[in-house]
């Protein structure tokens, strides 16, 4: 392995002292993030994938799902309004709270459960299992990201379905080639900038965000999401027993193309 790439991979692995940036104690996923990614996560969009999955999937009434990591549970709720059996699990206890409490106003219920997705407490159990808006990856090695698939994959019935919905790496690499520096402005006078750019090397999107409060008061965040090519990803699913069966360049199920900037992966238990 060239030296860059393993100090890069070193770095990307190895945080001795410091909380996994994905941790609820890193401060990443919490409040301020359903604030910066207010304009992303809309309402409308979440009612659109939800379409899109009743559809591409046949669902059927009362069909077991997993959705894990669910977040603050924008689709389990959804899919439980639908009559769905929904078990949503999720590592921040921040946003399960904000999903428990979300739940109850729309007088639905969901199955919480807190956890990490390279540990998930069922088997044989699920006729679907989701994976959505760019959670897988965010690991410190392949490996690590295996054992989620391997889990998931426990955790389905035989021919059950499993969703990934992922960046399209072809995309990322095409338009982060250079460093993209960008920033957002919310209304209550706080602030984002946002560094972003792909390593080919190591296949991560390696971003820098800095958070400017609006009392003045600076928080850095740095963090790198492994981005998949679909033929990366078929193998390791192969690996943990899925079979690929279906990919969608976006929630309208079209074909992907290189400027896609979604993959969403159906595979089944085999
Ligand atoms: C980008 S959000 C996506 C959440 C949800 N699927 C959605 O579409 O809104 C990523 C989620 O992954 C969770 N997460 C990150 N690492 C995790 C891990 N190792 N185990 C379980 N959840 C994890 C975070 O807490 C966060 O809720």
């Known amino acids: ?26 401060g990443f996923f919490g409040p301020h993030y359903l604030k910066e990614y207010v304009y992303d996560l809309t309402p409308e969009r979440t009612l659109a ?16 799902i997993l959705d894990c990591p669910c977040g603050h ?11 769905y059996h929904v078990t949503g699990q999720d590592l921040n206890s921040f946003f399960l709270d904000e999903a428990k409490k979300a739940a109850n106003r729309a007088e639905v219920s969901v199955r919480w459960v807190r956890g990490d997705m390279r540990e998930i407490p069922f088997e044989d159990t699920f006729d679907v299992a989701l994976n959505l808006f760019s959670a897988f990856g965010c690991l410190e090695s392949d490996e690590e990201d295996q054992k989620t698939l391997d889990q998931t994959a426990k955790a389905l019935k035989r021919g059950g379905r ?5 960046m399209n790496r072809d995309y990322i690499a095409r338009t982060y080639r250079e460093k993209v520096k960008d920033w957002q402005q919310f209304s209550d006078g706080s602030a984002v900038l946002v560094e972003r ?7 991560r999107n390696v971003q820098k965000r800095i958070r400017i409060l609006k009392n003045g008061k600076r928080k850095e965040f740095s963090f790198s999401i492994r981005i998949y090519a679909v033929e990366e990803l078929e193998a390791m699913f192969r690996k943990a027993g899925l079979a690929l069966k279906q990919v969608c360049g976006n929630y309208d199920a079209d074909p992907p193309t290189p400027d896609s900037m ?7 238990k085999s």
Do not use: C, N
Not at 53 to 62: N, V
Not at 73 to 83: D, F, P, Q, T
Not at 162 to 166: C, E, G, P, R, S
């Open 262 to 268: 979604r993959h969403i992966l159906i595979a089944e």
């Open 49 to 64: 994938e939800i379409d899109f999955l009743e559809k591409t999937l046949a669902l059927k009434r009362g069909d077991e």
């Open 197 to 203: 750019q792909f390593d080919p090397a190591t296949g």
């Open 162 to 166: 499993f969703v990934l919905d992922i």
């Open 1 to 26: 392995m060239p030296l860059r790439q393993a100090v890069r991979s070193a770095i990307a692995r190895v945080h001795p002292f410091q909380a996994p940036w994905y941790s609820e104690k890193a």
């Open 73 to 83: 549970g924008r689709h389990s709720i959804e899919l439980a309004r639908r009559s």
